[in-house]
C-alpha cells in the first residue's frame, strides 16, 4: 500500500529573493516585504502538499521544525504542471512536492552545475528521510 508520495523537483538551487516574490505574485499570493526580508533562502523549502491531507501537513511541518528547517509549506489540490506528483493526487494518495529554490538561471542555457548547492540538496533528502521514515513508522 502506497502511504504517500514523495516528490523532489528543483532542489539543488536555493532561491534568490526577487524570483521568489515574482513566483508568488503570480500566485496571486503577497508576502509582507519585512516577512520576505527576514528569510534565511540557504535553509528554506518550500513543499506543495496534498490539500486533503492534513497529517501529512502536519508531519512534514513537524519534521522541518525538528531538523531546524524553515519551511513554506502551500496546500494544493495537485493538478497542475507536469510534475510526477499529479497522477497520484489524481488517486487520492497522500502527496508533497518538494521544492528548494529558483531563479533567473533556472530552465536556461546559464543552469549550469556551477549553480548547484550541494548542502541543499542534503536539507532535502534528509527532510524527505525523516517524513518516510515518519509517515512508515505510524
Given amino acids: 500500500k502506497t502511504l504517500a508520495y514523495l516528490n523532489a523537483d528543483v532542489i539543488g538551487q536555493v532561491w534568490e529573493k526577487e524570483f521568489f516574490v515574482n513566483m508568488n505574485k503570480r500566485r496571486a499570493i503577497t508576502l509582507p516585504e519585512e516577512a520576505v526580508n527576514k528569510i534565511d533562502f540557504s535553509n528554506f523549502i518550500t513543499p506543495s502538499l496534498a490539500e486533503d491531507s492534513p497529517d501529512l501537513y502536519e508531519t ?26 499529479i497522477s497520484f493526487a489524481r488517486k487520492k494518495i497522500p502527496w508533497v512536492s518538494m521544492t528548494s529554490g529558483g531563479s533567473r538561471h533556472s530552465h536556461q542555457p546559464s543552469d549550469s552545475i556551477d549553480k548547484i548547492d550541494f548542502e541543499m540538496i542534503r536539507k532535502v533528502a534528509q527532510l524527505l528521510y525523516t517524513i518516510a521514515f515518519t509517515v512508515s513508522d505510524r
Fill in 60 to 85: 512534514v511541518k513537524n519534521c522541518g521544525r525538528y531538523l531546524g528547517i524553515t519551511l513554506f509549506l502551500r496546500k494544493s489540490a495537485g493538478n497542475f504542471g507536469g510534475s510526477d506528483h
